[in-house]
């Protein structure tokens, strides 16, 4: 898997964000997007999900041979604070709805996802009360344990304790090694283990 960005763009009205941004992500590397609060680290990650459309340029997902863009989005996860949960779901209600459109990784069961996250005694709960950094989790452990080779995470220890982040480095350690990961990060802790840091302001006019 590979992602190409071809001296792409995106402007908000007269404003570019980011211009001219060529770049080859490549599988089994770890990215961190960083730059300054509003320099558009969460636009560049959502524009390389699909889930918003860049300007200019080109935005290619690659696997053996090009895929076609209207399918990229079966090959990325992603996990971002301003992505919502279905709060009327329980967590066993949620996984077991998620597998049904995104399989998860070999082996893992809604059951053990569960266990990992350390969430069995909220299985049964409702979402809509759960705290924000039990939320957190589960939208990383969405992300990370989809089978899917790239892996997107926006400010991925966002409401985290030490026993959260840990889990998260957890995560990575022990899913992440073989797949394409980037995150959007300001945080040396969200980012350390990346191998490859972009910075935005290197794209701006
Ligand atoms: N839908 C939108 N319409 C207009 N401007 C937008 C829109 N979304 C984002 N922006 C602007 O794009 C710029 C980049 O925002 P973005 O959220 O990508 O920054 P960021 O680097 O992720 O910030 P932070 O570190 O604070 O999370 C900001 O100036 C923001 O106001």
């Known amino acids: 898997m590979k992602i190409l960005l071809s001296d792409a763009g995106k402007r ?4 570019w964000i980011f211009r001219h941004l060529t770049y080859e992500f490549e599988q089994a590397q770890a990215y961190a ?11 560049l990650l959502q524009i390389i999900s699909g889930a918003v459309q860049h300007s200019e340029g080109t935005i290619q ?3 053996d041979d090009l895929i076609a863009a209207d399918v990229q989005h079966r090959f990325a996860a992603m996990a971002a604070p301003y992505l919502e949960l279905p709060e009327e779901m329980t ?3 949620f996984l077991t709805f998620h597998q ?11 059951k053990t996802i569960i266990a990992l996250l350390g969430l069995e005694r909220a299985a049964a709960k409702q979402i809509r009360y759960f705290s924000s950094g039990m939320k957190q989790r589960v939208k990383l452990a969405q992300a ?3 089978d899917v080779p790239v892996v997107l995470l926006d400010e991925p220890c966002t409401n985290l304790d030490a026993d959260g982040i840990s889990l998260y480095h957890r995560l990575i350690n022990e899913y992440c090694a073989e797949r394409l990961v980037i995150v959007s990060s300001n945080d040396e802790v969200e980012y350390k ?8 302001m290197d794209y701006k006019e």
């Open 12 to 15: 908000y009205n007269r404003e």
């Open 33 to 43: 997007i960083t730059g300054n609060n509003g320099s558009g680290k969460s636009t």
């Open 61 to 63: 997902y690659h696997e």
């Open 91 to 93: 967590l066993t209600e």
């Open 100 to 110: 049904s459109f995104k399989a998860f990784l070999p082996g893992l069961t809604v």
């Open 144 to 146: 990370i344990l989809s």
């Open 193 to 200: 283990f990346c191998n490859h840091k972009i910075s935005i």
